[in-house]
Nanobody, 126 residues
Framework: QVQLVESGGGLVPAGGSLRLSCAVSGRIFGNYPMGWFRQAPGKEREFVATITSGGRRTYYADSVKGRFTISRDNAKNTVYLQMNSLKPEDTAVYYC???????????????????WGQGTQVTVSS
């Protein structure tokens, strides 16, 4: 059974930073690209960032490029999202997800992600 557990969310003032973590169990973590998505109240889930299985390549949504950094530690079965210069519009529930195919390329399409975490709330106050 594949499980993803996010942590690290919270309340932070605008301009602040948070680091989200996502621990994965139940599959060979290092074989699969990982992604972060978010969903704000009343809005659809949107792509944030993704990273290849080996961690060499990343891809970001334009809205977070230059502020957020995705990384992974395959020895710890964990993917991270470092969020700097946070804005009130970054307020959302953040989800990590693992791709449906090992060694696949980067994708910002949610249907291509097979397993999802329960989400962690990030609230940025103005």
């Amino acid at each position: 059974q594949v499980q993803l557990v996010e942590s690290g969310g919270g309340l932070v003032p605008a301009g602040g930073s948070l680091r989200l973590s996502c621990a994965v169990s139940g599959r060979i973590f290092g074989n699969y690209p990982m992604g972060w998505f978010r969903q704000a109240p009343g809005k659809e889930r949107e792509f944030v960032a993704t990273i290849t299985s080996g961690g060499r390549r990343t891809y970001y949504a334009d809205s977070v490029k230059g502020r957020f950094t995705i990384s992974r530690d395959n020895a710890k079965n964990t993917v991270y999202l470092q969020m700097n210069s946070l804005k009130p519009e970054d307020t959302a529930v953040y989800y990590c997800a693992t791709r449906n195919m090992a060694y696949s390329d980067l994708s910002d399409r949610a249907p291509l992600y097979e397993y999802w975490g329960q989400g962690t709330q990030v609230t940025v106050s103005s």
